[in-house]
């Protein structure tokens, strides 16, 4: 999941201006109380951190196992503490899961917009195949992660679209625990498109009904506990 679709940036002054000032508040509080926030394949975690050190601009933290294994994978964090107006986003620079210990540099005032949602909405670890029916004629593309209420698609051939354009979006999910494949036909509604780069992603809304929605949550949960177990595993 790009880490950039989960916040929203709150420079206060200039970037390096507040970032000197986020450093100098971390060397003036060595004992402050932070929390550690990120999103591994869309599931929350979120565990309190130590300060070990600060030295030139590197702040060194003792987290979670489970914590430094997940941002070993997106190099990313967010940090929550009293001293903050706004919560901090950090990059990653070292990370050693079994030391439980983790290097963050490059730090800013964001939002998490994450919070935000309503529901959960997790990665898929193999994407699906989307069909999609839309104003502009069958556009095809691969399902990337999705909640309760919507969905990103992943699509090579960009193709233009309005926002709010009505799109059918066909594509099949796999019950893990009754290894049988189920098929969803879903009305939705276009959201935006981020259209920089390939894969272009294009992000939609739905309300499914409440066979689709009895579904989705099933396969969310399974989803969860994958995930979850994954964490597990990649600690021990």
């Known amino acids: ?53 600060l030295d030139r601009g590197v702040l060194d933290l003792d ?12 190099r990313y964090v ?14 990653a620079q070292y990370v050693n899961v079994r030391k439980k210990a983790a290097s963050f540099v490059k730090f800013c005032y964001v939002e998490i917009m994450a919070e935000r949602r309503n529901f959960l909405r997790l990665e898929l670890d193999q994407p699906a195949e989307v069909s999609m029916t839309t104003p502009a004629g ?19 051939d960009y193709c233009p679209l309005e926002p709010g354009s009505e799109v059918i979006i066909s594509f099949s999910l796999t019950d893990n625990e009754q290894q049988t494949t189920f098929s969803l ?13 390939r894969p272009y992603c294009y992000k939609f809304a739905m309300t499914p009904d409440k066979t689709a929605e009895r579904q ?20 021990l």
């Open 1 to 53: 999941m790009n880490a950039l679709d989960l916040y929203s940036t709150r420079i206060q002054k200039t970037f390096d201006e507040d970032h000197d000032e986020i450093v100098a508040i971390f060397k003036a509080n060595p004992k402050a109380t932070l929390k550690l926030i990120n999103y591994y394949k869309g599931l929350l975690l979120s565990y309190p951190a130590t300060i070990v050190g």
């Open 138 to 156: 069958l556009l095809d593309g691969k399902l990337h992660d999705l909640s309760l209420s919507g969905l990103n698609v992943a699509v090579q």
């Open 78 to 91: 967010f940090i929550r503490s009293p001293l903050f107006a706004f919560d901090l986003f950090a990059q």
């Open 185 to 197: 036909n879903m009305p939705t509604r276009l959201i935006s498109i981020a259209d920089t780069e």
């Open 63 to 74: 987290l979670q196992a489970e914590q430094a294994f997940t941002v070993e994978h997106d």
């Open 216 to 235: 989705l949550s099933k396969f969310i949960f399974q989803r969860q506990v994958e995930i979850i177990r994954e964490i597990k595993d990649g600690v």
